[in-house]
């Protein structure tokens, strides 16, 4: 079905535009046209019209920690055993019922494709469901049902964390996130499958999680089946790199380059604490990165060598990780903020090299082709208004940092309209996200 839309400003891959007329066919975009005026059959889109947001990386189930962990002081690993206890009250049902309002969220706030690194696989002490996938497909039907993109990185865990003694036994809570092997995980993954709105990728959840030997077998498991994304948690606090030093006489980057894993198609989550070494190994490799800033920060875990990588030719993308915040913008510009606390000088990143974290390089993290307003590519966008308090009075080529997700008013997923002025078509996102939380809450 083609579908025209007509935007008052857009982002085109050169600069902003005024007038630009999107012509959708069958997903895909098949025709921009900038200093165009409206026709009778137009959509009209006011504002700014962006490219479809990327999230590279969100644990839905994190979310019920919002507004709930942040006031009494810690670290990463105080705040992973609050984390762990909301595991307890989630099975496939209260899955989908949350999945379902986050997905909901971020698809409001201007995201329109999600990589959900999901390990919390199984039934308390690790027992599969019938369906061993049943937390996966939870989280698929959740995202086709509110109409955004989805990579599932399916994630092998296998080991309880990483000391100086070598590597832990899985606790009890950890149970519901293992396969027992890499060939066990393999086999489950294997019963998955793409859709239209959804992509099967991969994930090794850290090197504190699986042995180097398991490291080393995951990557040849991964290869065997098929191309697809590959994502791990890398040194994303001091303390992994240090054990992984003690245990492997190497840093996690090194690590996972010895194992077969560092390589094109493969992104590292965090990297928030590489040497020069690890800077190099990145850059000639292939490998991506994807940071989570408002969940660094919040987590105390350190800022990440953005311009670093960036110099090393890294591509970046961004996610929001923990979702105590779920706003790209807010993603987006956290990279040049904590770049300038850093350096003390501003526009270490310009406009377009922030917007090409937030869309395309997030697209090609998840293994899909999109992020660009131009022909070929899948026809996700979103508009953000130019006439609320906050950006008023901005010029159309600064949106991004003056607006919120509540500046998203229209968001377009595959040439479809999911959001309009502002309200999901599944109903106020509000309503659709308390929902959610009162759902899982209701099993405590």
Not at 100 to 122: C, I, K, P, S
Not at 185 to 211: C, K, M, N, P, Q
Not at 262 to 275: D, K, P, Q
Not at 280 to 308: Q, V
Request: glycine share 12%.
């Amino acid at each position: 079905m083609t579908t025209t839309y007509w935007c008052e400003h857009a982002q085109l891959p050169d600069k902003v535009h005024a007038g630009v007329r999107i012509t959708t066919d069958g997903g895909r975009i098949t025709e921009v046209m900038p200093r165009t005026t409206a026709r009778e059959n137009d959509i009209r889109l006011r504002g700014v019209t962006l490219p479809g947001l990327a999230n590279a990386h969100s644990h839905a189930f994190h979310r019920m920690l919002r507004g709930r962990t942040h006031g009494d002081g810690g670290n990463f690993w105080t705040w992973r055993d609050q984390m762990y206890a909301v595991t307890e009250q989630l099975n496939p049902d209260t899955y989908f019922a949350l999945a379902r309002g986050v997905f909901a969220e971020m698809l409001a706030a201007g995201y329109t494709v999600v990589g959900e690194f999901h390990y919390l696989h199984h039934d308390v002490g690790g027992r599969p469901y019938s369906d061993p996938n049943a937390m996966g497909a939870a989280l698929i039907a959740a995202a086709e049902e509110v109409g955004i993109r989805l990579t599932l990185l399916d994630t092998c865990y296998l080991a309880g964390g990483l000391s100086s003694d070598g590597h832990l036994p899985l606790d009890e809570v950890q149970q519901r996130f293992s396969d027992g092997s890499v060939e066990a995980w393999a086999a489950r993954v294997r019963e998955l499958r793409d859709s239209d709105l959804v992509r099967i990728g991969a994930a090794a959840h850290s090197v504190r999680a699986l042995t180097g030997a398991q490291l080393a077998e995951f990557a040849s498991a991964v290869s065997a089946l098929g191309e697809r994304p590959v994502h791990a948690h890398v040194s994303e606090q001091v303390a992994e790199n240090i054990t992984t030093e003690m245990v492997y006489g190497a840093s996690p980057v090194e690590h996972l380059a010895d194992a077969g894993l560092l390589r094109e198609g493969f992104t590292a989550v965090h990297a928030t604490h590489l040497s020069d070494i690890d800077l190099e190994l990145m850059g000639c490799s292939g490998a991506a990165a994807c940071f989570c800033p408002t969940t660094e920060r919040d987590l105390a875990d350190g800022i990440g060598p953005a311009c670093e990588l960036a110099g090393q030719g890294v591509s970046i993308s961004l996610g929001s990780d923990q979702h105590a915040v779920i706003d790209p913008f807010e993603e987006l510009r956290g990279i040049e903020m904590h770049e300038r606390l850093k350096s003390h000088e501003r526009g270490r990143f310009g406009v377009a090299d922030l917007l090409e974290m937030a869309t395309s390089a997030g697209y090609r993290s998840l293994g899909w082709d999109g992020g660009e307003l131009r022909v070929g590519q899948l026809a996700d966008f979103v508009s953000v208004r130019t006439d609320s308090r906050r950006t008023g009075g901005v010029a159309p080529g600064q949106v991004v940092f003056a607006a919120t997700g509540a500046d998203v008013r229209e968001v377009v997923v595959g040439g479809e309209r999911v959001v309009s002025a502002g309200v999901h078509r599944l109903g106020p996102v509000d309503d659709v996200v308390a929902e959610a939380i009162a759902a899982v809450r209701s099993t405590s």
